[in-house]
């Protein structure tokens, strides 16, 4: 149903800026940095330096796409700026495997959110599939209320997930400060190898993912060309040196087998650096976590086509609303979607899908990256840093591989002939109207 024009009711609420920064931190903390140290410490120092390429082309990006919004403000976030610069057709392209891509990702978290929540009510893990769709349709509802409900829930779950990641910051002075040396994972006798921080900079990349939710989310955002860009850089800042401290500590201070065999890498280092109670209950902010970023994104799935449609790019009622201001139409098809995603993959193991719901994923958000800093580039936006960016975003896509990107394209391309019906079916209807 649309929207109401009843003019008594005030018109659906807008995210201020604490909810736009939390709806940035809350996409990009999900639950792969809790898994991410044990996949970063064989590389030692070299994920560090990774770690640190990561974040600064993570804020060139971020900075290009505050920039635009100030230069664009009525473009309607990235795909928006790519069609100012490029045209109709690749805004679609780059568009719709967004959309694809987000909607994967919630399976992903989904997925990740009822794995940890299965160690506290193991009934869970028994039926995967049936409490993957129940979880992703709770927060579909929570959605439905509009934007500020998902926006308060997004609040209150980022604190909760950073409590964790507090308390290895916390324990790092600490674990100094004991009269038992802590022993640190040497520096490379070579030094530093360009093929390790490669590849650990890939793997440090998804966990950055996220920083243009506040972009992408432009109609939801309040003076979006004051807040979204405050709300870009200051989560992505803010994310990445969090990031950077904890898992390169978890990952230098304890052995780096230990790390890396571990399935719980942070209830280890909590463990070794305080005690065995505290460490148990990782796996509940984990899965808090992924919960939190799960609404995030399901803000964002719901957006996205939404978006697409009110500039004609997707068939005009998926921009229809209801009465708090949420695209509904886009909203529930997205969730139906995921859905018959978790169905058709229920075959799989839990890691088998995580896998290549993250791949996909990852692959589609560089080119999203990429595009935006071609556009700046063309209408003129933050020149240099929008060279940094697209530098990162082309060295991040060469070390992704050839299949990755491959793959994103053909998901890409495959969106064209629902974009050509919906260019038919508009011009139709202009021409039984004329």
Known sequence: MTATTNPRERPPRKLGLSMAIALVMGNMIGSGVFLLPASLAPFGWNGVVGWVITIGGALALAF????????????????????????????????????????????????????????????????????????????????????????GFQVVTLAIKLIPLLAVIILIPIAFSRSEP?????????????????????????????????????????????????????????????????????ALMLPPAAVAASEAPFSLFVETYWGP???????????????????????IQAEQPARLAERGLLPAWLARQNRHGTPAVSLLLSSLIATACV???????????????????????????????????????????????LSYALWTLWGAGISVSALSLVLMAAGLPLYAW??????RIASTSA
């Open 277 to 299: 109670g505290p460490g148990a209950w990782i796996a509940a902010f984990a899965a808090i976590s992924a919960l939190g970023a799960l609404n995030g994104w399901t803000l």
């Open 182 to 250: 802590v022993v640190l994972t040497p520096f490379p006798v070579d030094g530093l190898s360009l093929t390790a921080v490669s590849g650990s900079a890939i793997l440090t990349l998804w966990a950055l993912l996220g920083f243009e939710s506040a972009s992408v989310a432009a109609a939801k955002v309040d003076r979006p060309a004051v807040n979204i860009p405050r709300a870009t850089m200051i989560g992505t800042l803010a994310t990445g040196v969090i990031y950077l401290v904890v898992c390169s500590a978890i």
């Open 422 to 427: 919906t260019r038919f079916a508009a011009a």
């Open 343 to 389: 169905v058709l993959n229920n075959n799989k193991s839990t890691s088998e899908m995580f896998t290549f719901m993250a791949v996909l994923s990852t692959s589609v958000t560089l080119w999203l990256y990429l595009a935006c800093a071609a556009a700046a580039l063309r209408l003129r936006v933050a020149i240099p840093v929008a060279l940094l960016g």
């Open 64 to 151: 290009v796409l505050a920039r635009l919004t100030v230069a664009h403000p009525d473009a309607g976030g990235p795909t928006g700026f790519v069609e100012r610069a490029f045209g109709r057709v690749p805004s679609f392209m780059i568009g719709w495997a967004y959309w694809v891509s987000v909607w994967t990702a919630n399976v992903t978290l989904a997925v990740a959110a009822v794995s940890f929540l299965s160690l506290f009510m193991p009934v869970l893990g028994q039926h995967m599939a049936i409490s993957t769709i129940a979880l992703i349709w709770i927060v579909t509802a929570i959605n439905w209320q509009g934007a500020r409900a998902s926006g």
